[in-house]
């Protein structure tokens, strides 16, 4: 099955900076691939997607790059808030949204 | 976005007993909801993929005749843990997939924080 990896585990950033978080796949034939924030005890929330058919998407301070060939996707966030702060997952999946496979998570703190 | 809800929110029980978990899409059909298990500061586990009206699908690693899941409607799936044990502790998650025109987009539920004594 797929096997997805996220890098960091933590990241720390001054309010303002920008962060971001990378994602490595294993299946060349995924063609989905979330972004989800997820605050303690709550649930996953997505916060930005990208298919296969692009290779970067932008919404507002987020943004998500694919790379097909190396077979990675980045986060990244500019202008950094202290209500960014949360866990961020990655997922890929083969068949659209069904059967994510995610990625370990990266704890995002932003300090004001 | 879609509203899944989850209940109950958390549950303790005592081991051997057996816990039963809702998950409901509030505003949508969901002919496919899905189950994770999360355990603390670790990622999303897919457990098990539930069809309305059919068998469940489990993924490698996950006892069927422990995670009993039933998806009798379109808006309700439940999980059973039965005969939980203290390592079943976790935090169990569902997601209803939402079919779009073009794409379709997986709701989470918040999620149910089970502890077996």
């Known amino acids: 099955g797929e096997n997805v990896e996220q890098h960091p585990s933590t990241l720390s950033v001054q309010e303002g900076d920008s962060a971001v978080i990378k994602c490595t796949y294993s299946d060349s034939a995924s063609n989905y691939f979330p972004w989800y924030k997820q605050e303690l005890g709550k649930r996953p929330q997505l916060i930005i997607d990208?298919?296969?058919?692009?290779g970067e998407k932008k919404d507002q301070r987020i943004a998500v790059t694919l790379n097909k060939t190396a077979k990675h996707f980045s986060l990244h966030i500019t202008e950094t808030q202290p209500e960014d702060s949360a866990v961020y997952f990655c997922a890929a999946s083969l068949t659209g949204a069904n059967n994510l496979f995610f990625g370990t998570g990266t704890r995002l703190t932003v300090i004001p | 976005g879609a509203v899944v809800s989850q209940h109950p929110s958390r549950v303790i029980c005592k081991s051997g007993t057996s816990v039963k978990i809702e998950c409901r899409s509030l505003?949508?059909?969901?002919?496919?909801m899905f189950w994770y298990r999360q355990f603390p500061k670790k990622s999303l586990m897919l457990m098990a993929t539930?069809?309305?009206?059919?068998?469940?699908?489990?993924e490698q690693g996950v006892e069927k005749d422990k995670f009993l899941i039933n998806h009798a409607s379109l808006t309700l799936s439940t999980l059973t843990v039965t005969s939980a044990h203290p390592e079943d502790s976790s935090f169990y998650i569902c997601?209803?997939?939402?079919?779009?025109?073009?794409?379709?987009?997986?709701?989470f539920g918040p999620g149910t924080r089970l502890t077996v004594l």
């Open positions: 505003d949508f059909q969901a002919t496919t």
């Open positions: 990208i298919r296969s058919n692009v």
């Open positions: 539930s069809n309305e009206g059919s068998k469940a699908t489990y």
């Open positions: 997601s209803g997939l939402l079919a779009g025109v073009l794409y379709n987009e997986q709701f």
